[in-house]
């Protein structure tokens, strides 16, 4: 398959017109409204704002932003210049036909169907962990990218930090002891359409940058809370939801200081090329840990 930015590409799926049209009325201009929801969003998308403010021209590419292209007004209103692709362009479609966006491309995020160095930056919000061989989109988001790619997605929860080990070690013992069998820590994390979902783990990112020879990976861990009625809820500082997810945030961030979890989402930048000192110093301002390679010694 090929880029559908006018035409309707032959793998549109069809959805119900009456679900369609009322997820578009909760899209549309979303970002000129002020719900709980765009809160949580905007505090996502906010990684990728030091790149657009040092480099006001820079072209992107957005995968798997098949939610009305999001991501890509979010980039589009900061200033850029966007494609938004997913391997289902059904709602991409509609976006482009009420203005929401300029353009869209039908695109498997496996086999992008773009040249090397076509954009600046690719960017990937919470579409990764669906992909049937993610690993596939790093290289090719890499490929099609001459500055860098960014991730905001699920953080793995596997090795457990040490006092959770600890604990789920006694756990595991106790219940051989009685007979009982013990799972692998991975079973049920799977989708209900089958597929296995892949959080991104820091040392797997940091391995892919190393072995293709990369210069850089910066990231920073967070807590993401989504509680169904966000999308509605008007924002202010006493919003039900809002303050809700706030302590959820905190009761979150407490869980990691005694280590009983990780935060649940992570924000991953591989870079192509090294990063000036605005984005590496943007990025530290942020909270992010910025890795420094050195360049392998044979090459």
């Known amino acids: ?17 009456m679900e369609i049209e009322k997820e578009l009325q909760v899209y549309k201009n979303w970002f000129d409204k002020t719900t709980t929801d765009i809160w949580r969003h905007v505090r996502m998308l906010s990684v990728l704002d030091p790149f657009l403010e040092h480099h006001k021209n820079a072209s992107w590419v957005t995968i798997g932003d098949g939610r009305f292209g999001t991501s ?14 997913d391997i289902n362009v059904t709602l991409l479609e509609v976006a482009k036909q009420n203005q929401m966006i300029p353009e869209f491309a039908y695109a498997n995020a496996e086999a992008l169907p ?29 490929r099609v990218s001459k500055r860098a790619i960014i991730f905001t997605e699920p953080h793995d929860f596997a090795p457990a930090p040490f006092t959770r080990a600890m604990l789920q070690k006694i756990k ?43 210069p850089c990976i910066a990231y920073k861990r967070f807590n993401d809370v989504y509680i169904p009625g966000m999308e509605t809820e008007l924002f202010t500082e006493n919003a039900s939801l809002y303050t809700r997810a706030k302590h959820m945030i905190w009761f979150g961030k407490l869980s990691t200081f005694f280590g009983l979890s990780y935060p649940n989402t992570i924000q991953m930048i591989i870079f192509k090329t090294k990063p000036d000192e605005f984005i590496a110093g943007a990025l530290k301002k942020d909270g992010y840990k910025v890795i420094n390679f050195s360049p392998n010694p044979y090459l």
Do not use: W
Not at 1 to 17: H, I, R
Not at 123 to 136: E, G, N, V
């Open 172 to 214: 595991h013992g106790l219940k051989k002891i009685m007979g009982k069998k013990v799972e692998h820590h991975d079973t049920g994390n799977y989708e209900t359409v089958g597929n296995y979902v892949y959080g991104i783990s820091v040392r797997d990112f940091e391995k892919i940058a190393l072995g293709i020879n990369l």
């Open 72 to 85: 890509s007004t979010y980039i589009q209103r900061k200033g850029g210049k966007t494609l938004a692709t």
């Open 1 to 17: 398959m090929g880029v559908g930015e006018q035409g309707k590409p032959a793998n549109t799926q069809p959805v119900n017109g």
């Open 114 to 142: 773009f040249k090397d160095d076509q954009f600046d930056y690719a960017y990937c919000k919470q579409a990764y962990h669906h992909f049937s061989k993610p690993t596939l989109a790093v290289y090719e988001m890499l």
